[in-house]
């Protein structure tokens, strides 16, 4: 079974629908990440959560939300997709590592592929 | 400046090649630093962390030049199956990766 699991896989929708994609994870991982993915502009970080309490926004935030609610979920969430939001989303996991100053390990889901038309 | 550039390529390589990759890196606070892999529609994955003494794994060699604040890769060798997208990425202490475009590399036979 996969560690990090999205869903849907596959989504078209229209302009103006709220839409969420769910990712649970079984690594026992505290942070949690969403990253959309489009041709050209490589991974964008959307928000990020390093544990239930925490959420932060990342680079491209605006249109979106997320919800932490538990340490095994992050849901994502477009409150009113547009057609610019069609996009290869991304949820990721990562633990830290005990020695201070190195980066932690990022475990990534299958994606979402998301249409809005 | 981006955060972390690297030439897109395409690096189109017959078997057998030695190729090598360039990244660099704006924020000299960083302190975390991974190559990772991605094929085509699926999800990056990593390839290997890049240590400032260099590292090795295989046909694959990672290095850091702080001074220069650039990473490179480097495989020998290649296979038909190293054809993929190749992210470099950089983070600081406490804060989330961030990921330059990708350098894709295509191997033919």
């Known amino acids: 079974d996969a560690d990090v699991t999205q869903t849907p896989r596959n989504r078209i929708t229209k302009t103006g629908k709220r839409i969420m994609l769910e990712c649970s994870q079984t690594k026992g991982h505290d942070r949690m990440y969403w990253y959309r993915q489009d041709p050209g502009l490589g991974l964008r970080l959307i928000y990020y959560s390093f544990d239930v309490k925490d959420i932060n926004k990342g680079e491209i935030s605006d249109g979106y939300s997320v919800s932490r609610q538990a340490q095994a979920k992050f849901s994502l969430s477009l409150e009113s997709a547009i057609p610019n939001q069609t996009a290869l989303y991304f949820c990721a996991t990562s633990s830290p590592r005990i020695l201070a100053g190195a980066g932690d390990e990022q475990f990534f889901g299958p994606g979402t592929r998301l249409t809005v038309l | 400046r981006k955060e972390v550039e690297q030439d897109p390529g395409p690096f189109n390589v017959p078997e057998g090649a030695t190729v090598a990759f360039n990244c660099t890196y704006s924020n000299s606070a960083s302190q975390s630093f991974f190559w990772y892999r991605q094929d085509c529609r699926k999800e990056p994955k990593l390839l290997m962390s890049?240590?400032?003494s260099g590292n090795e794994d295989g046909r694959f060699t990672a290095q850091l030049n702080r001074a220069s604040q650039y990473i490179s890769l480097l495989i020998r060798d290649s296979k038909l199956s190293d054809s993929a997208t190749y992210l470099c990425v950089v983070n600081q202490a406490g804060t989330a990766l961030i990921f330059g475009k990708g350098t894709t590399l295509s191997v033919s036979s």
């Open positions: 890049v240590y400032s």
